[in-house]
């Protein structure tokens, strides 16, 4: 997808949330790579130099980020927000409490509206706002019912934001990642099954996180993908 820098005179800022590790880290660093001003939102800060860490928790229906954001927010010439927080728990549509599915929703789902509110005021032509969904966005498997429900949830969310602004020169779109390199994913996958989880590749290997950074960072520069999931999988194998 090449190199891309910020063109002279443009004012970018990249909000990222989660970006303190995986996915979300590998993410700022492209954008940081390529002059954006980075600004991560997450309970632990992001490990690199020239990022603008806003720490809060976004399972707190009440978290707090507007008054950091808002100077950096309408300063900016162009806004690129990766949803790209999540929580994941190998739950069941028989076991899962409502508390329990709100708690997830509230990460996944709720404080992605929250952020959008903030941010679309100030979003001029040429800003974005991506979100990070999983292979299971589309699909499910068993044991991970308020995951595959929140990412269910994105797509309509992304879908939806993408028609309410229609003419606004703002575009969104969900890259939805197959089996990543990530801590999320070694929290949850026992070290004797991950030779199972590279074999469902195509090219039997896990997706390094760098590339979902790089297709998320050419989903922000390309309005022609509005509106759009895209599966970043490796090819994942159909059994």
């Known amino acids: 997808m090449g190199r891309r820098a910020v063109a002279a005179g443009v004012n970018p800022l990249a909000i990222v949330t989660g970006a303190s590790a995986g996915i979300g880290l590998a993410t700022a660093a492209r954008f940081l790579d390529a002059g954006y001003r980075v600004v991560n939102l997450s309970r632990r800060p992001c490990p690199l130099d020239g990022v603008t860490h806003i720490p809060c928790d976004l399972a707190d229906p009440a978290f707090a980020a507007a008054e950091s954001l808002a ?21 069941t ?29 100030h979003m001029r032509p040429g800003s974005c706002i991506l979100f990070v969904g999983s292979t299971l966005a589309e699909k499910a498997v068993p044991g991970s019912f308020s995951y595959v429900v929140s990412k269910h949830a994105q797509i309509g969310m992304m879908r939806a934001v ?12 969900c890259i939805c990642p197959g089996f990543t390199d990530t801590e ?55 059994s």
Do not use: K, Y
């Open 71 to 91: 100077p950096l927010l309408a300063g900016a010439e162009r806004i690129a927000l990766v949803h790209n927080a999540s929580r994941l728990q190998n739950d």
């Open 162 to 173: 993408c028609q309410d602004l229609a003419g606004a020169g703002v575009h969104t779109a």
């Open 93 to 121: 549509a028989r076991t899962t409490e409502c508390a329990a599915l709100r708690a997830v929703l509230e990460v996944n789902v709720v404080a992605s509206n929250a952020l959008n509110r903030l941010a679309l005021p």
């Open 184 to 238: 999320m994913l070694r929290a949850h996958v026992p070290p004797d099954a991950m030779d199972a989880v590279r074999a469902m590749s195509a090219f039997g290997r896990l997706v390094e996180p760098a590339e979902i950074a790089d297709a998320l960072f050419w989903a922000a520069h390309s309005p022609v993908v509005n509106g759009s999931v895209i599966h970043a999988n490796l090819g994942q194998r159909e």
